[in-house]
C-alpha cells in the first residue's frame, strides 16, 4: 500500500470499541416518557356548569350564583363533553375576577341526561341539560296549536333520561287546557298553567329546591314565563352565560338561579331553571322501546315475559305482548305509554 493509499474504512471500525458516545438519541417528543397517570387534583372546588360558548364554561362554584368563575377545559380531558347542568371539579384561578380563567379538570357522573338528535335518522345526539330533577314542557293551547306528538316525544325524553316531566301549558286565555290535558292523565304527569294571567304560585313551588329544564316550541312563551320566574333574567343571563363575553347565545342553554320564595329559609336551595333555546325538532334515534318500558319500574317486570323481538305495541303487532295480560290502572298506564312508543315509531321528530 503506498503513502497516499486510504485505510479501509471497514477495518477501522472493526478495530475500534465502541462505547456510549457512539450512541446518538434524536432529540424531541419521541424521547419523552408516556404515561397515562394524571393529577388527581384533589384540591379542584366542586362547580356547576350554567353555561357554554365557544370553548369557555360558565361555572358557579358550590352552586353558589353568587361565585361565578370562567373556565376552559384542561388538556387532559381531552374532547370530553361538558354541558349545562355538569358538576364539574375547578382549579386555577377561581377569583371570577374580570379576564380569569380557570381549568375544569374533572367532570363526576351524571344523575340524569335529557337527550334529543336532529331527527330520528341523526344518530348524533345532542346533550340538552345534565343533572336536571325535572322537565318542564312549555305548550301553549292556542297560537300555536298544541301538539301531543311533540309532548309525548318530550315524555320518552324526560321518562328514558331519569327526570319528572311536568306539563305546562300557556295562553289558556285562548282555548281551554282540560281537554289536552286529559290525554296524559294515565301518566300521572303533573300539570301547572301559566299564562300572563295565571298566578305563578304552582309553578314556583313545583321548581323550588330543584334544577329544572324547560323545553317548547319558538312562540309558546317559553321566554316569557322565564321572564316571570326570574325577574332579573336578563341580567343574570349576562353575568352567567356571557364566559367572558356578556352575552347569550340563542343556540345554547343556560341556567338561571330562581329568586327565593316570600318566607323561605336562607337556608334552602333556591333551585335553578335551565332556558333552553326553542327546539323545532326532537328526534329520538338513540331510544328504543324496551328504554321506554324500563323507564316504568311497575312495567318493566311484566316485559320480561315478551317475546324477543317485541314491539310491546299489542296486537296486531305483538299479539303475544305480555303487557296485555295487566288489568285495571296498570293496563290503562301501559294503553298510555303505547301512545309514546306510537310517537316513538312515528318517524317524524316534531
Excluded at 320566574?229 to 341580567?235: N, T
Excluded at 305495541?313 to 293496563?331: Q, S, V
Aim: proline share 7%.
Amino acid at each position: 500500500m503506498g503513502d497516499n493509499a486510504r485505510p479501509d474504512r471497514g477495518a477501522l471500525l472493526t478495530a475500534r470499541r465502541y462505547d456510549e458516545s457512539d450512541v446518538r438519541v434524536r432529540p424531541g417528543k419521541g424521547s419523552r416518557p408516556r404515561t397515562k397517570t394524571r393529577p388527581e387534583h384533589k384540591t379542584a372546588e366542586s362547580a356547576m356548569v350554567v353555561s357554554v360558548d365557544r370553548g369557555r364554561w360558565g361555572c358557579v362554584l358550590g352552586g353558589d350564583p353568587d361565585r361565578p368563575v370562567v373556565a376552559m377545559r384542561a388538556r387532559e380531558l381531552g374532547r370530553t363533553p361538558i354541558v349545562v347542568g355538569d358538576r364539574v371539579g375547578v382549579v386555577g384561578d377561581v377569583s371570577g375576577r374580570t379576564d380569569t380563567l380557570a381549568r375544569i379538570v374533572r367532570v363526576e357522573d351524571r344523575s340524569t341526561v335529557l337527550r334529543r338528535t336532529a331527527d330520528d335518522t341523526d344518530p348524533y345526539e345532542r346533550i340538552v341539560v345534565a343533572n336536571a330533577s325535572q322537565l318542564l314542557i312549555v305548550v301553549a293551547l292556542a297560537d300555536p296549536p298544541p301538539r301531543t306528538g311533540f309532548v309525548e316525544r318530550a315524555l320518552v325524553a324526560a321518562y328514558v333520561g331519569g327526570l319528572k316531566p311536568i306539563l305546562c301549558l300557556t295562553k289558556g286565555d285562548l282555548a281551554d287546557h282540560q281537554e289536552f290535558a286529559a290525554a296524559f292523565a294515565d301518566l300521572d304527569v303533573p300539570v301547572v298553567l301559566a299564562g300572563q294571567d295565571d298566578p305563578l304560585d304552582a309553578v314556583q313551588s313545583i321548581l323550588a329546591g330543584t334544577v329544572t329544564a324547560l323545553i317548547g316550541h319558538s312562540g309558546v312563551g317559553k321566554s316569557t314565563l322565564v321572564n316571570r320566574l326570574v325577574p332579573d333574567a336578563f341580567r343574570a343571563t349576562g353575568v352567567v352565560s356571557g364566559v367572558g363575553k356578556g352575552r347569550h347565545t340563542s343556540t345554547q342553554s343556560v341556567a338561571l338561579p330562581l329568586p327565593a320564595l316570600p318566607g323561605q329559609s336562607a337556608d334552602l336551595p333556591r333551585g335553578w331553571v335551565v332556558d333552553t333555546p326553542g327546539i323545532r325538532s326532537f328526534g329520538l334515534a338513540h331510544i328504543s322501546p324496551d328504554d321506554v318500558m324500563g323507564a316504568f319500574t311497575d312495567l318493566a317486570a311484566a316485559i320480561e315475559d315478551c317475546p324477543r323481538g317485541c314491539t310491546h305495541l299489542g296486537p296486531p303487532a305483538d299479539p303475544e305482548c305480555a303487557l296485555d295480560r295487566l288489568e285495571g290502572e296498570a293496563a290503562r298506564r301501559v294503553a298510555a305509554i303505547r301512545l309514546l312508543l306510537v310517537a316513538l315509531g312515528s318517524n317524524e321528530s316534531w
